[in-house]
């Protein structure tokens, strides 16, 4: 596995915390995770005037780099509950999500070529203890063949957790493009077990290191 993986985050989320910080925390993720299109694109462009006005962030985004967004846990064209067939052209929200912030200028493109190749639990509906880790994030994801191997790739996704999910990803990109420059963005990162935030905006950067065989993200 990768070492370390920087990352950067704009706004918080607070699963367990009290007071209304928390609750609109949860509120954001929860629009956050609908897809809502208009809404993607209005956080899309505060980051981009939060990337405008803070050099940590800046440098995440500059040069240009090929955004590529985490994919679902479950491959595309896997059957859902009932026997159907999930849609193959519906964007989950990590791919919304990049394209929102490529249409405000962060980035070059959009470059969907990490792929599920076997279905993982989601780690919401899972109990903290049966969460998939980092090598079974690893052992379900493929890289595409790409015309030309990026030089700086920013992996997007909506929350980041423990960052097992980022981690894995990079790695697999890391053996695909060992010349690439990688880090991730995630618009909320998860504060656990706390009592409360103080503030629903907090970019911050920081790491998420492989150490004793899983993730850990600081901050």
């Not at 985490?70 to 791919?95: L, N, T, W």
């Not at 599920?116 to 780690?123: D, E, L, N, Q």
Request: hydrophobic share 40%; glycine share 6%.
């Amino acid at each position: 596995m990768m070492r370390c993986l920087p990352f950067a985050a704009c706004y918080v989320y607070s699963p367990l915390g009290a007071g209304p910080l928390s609750e609109r925390s949860r509120l954001l993720r929860s629009l956050l995770k609908s897809c809502d299109l208009r809404f993607l694109s209005i956080y899309a462009e505060r980051v981009h005037a939060e990337v405008s006005a803070r050099h940590c962030l800046a440098g995440f985004f500059a040069p240009a780099p090929v955004l590529i967004p985490v994919p679902s846990s479950s491959p595309r064209g896997a059957r859902c509950r009932g026997g159907s067939r999930r849609s193959g052209s519906r964007r989950s929200v990590p791919e919304s999500l990049a394209a929102a912030l490529r249409a405000h200028g962060l980035g070059s493109d959009v470059w969907p070529g990490l792929r599920r190749v076997s279905a993982v639990p989601k780690s919401a509906t899972c109990p903290s203890c049966k969460r998939p880790t980092v090598t079974v994030h690893y052992e379900s994801f493929e890289v595409d063949a790409a015309t030309a191997a990026p030089a700086e790739i920013l992996l997007v996704d909506d929350v980041v957790t423990k960052g097992r999910t980022l981690l894995a990803a990079a790695t697999r990109l890391h053996e695909a493009f060992p010349n690439a420059r990688i880090r991730a963005f995630a618009l909320l990162r998860t504060m656990g077990m706390i009592a409360g935030v103080e503030q629903l905006l907090d970019p911050c950067v920081g790491q998420i290191r492989w150490r004793a065989g899983d993730a850990h993200r600081s901050p």
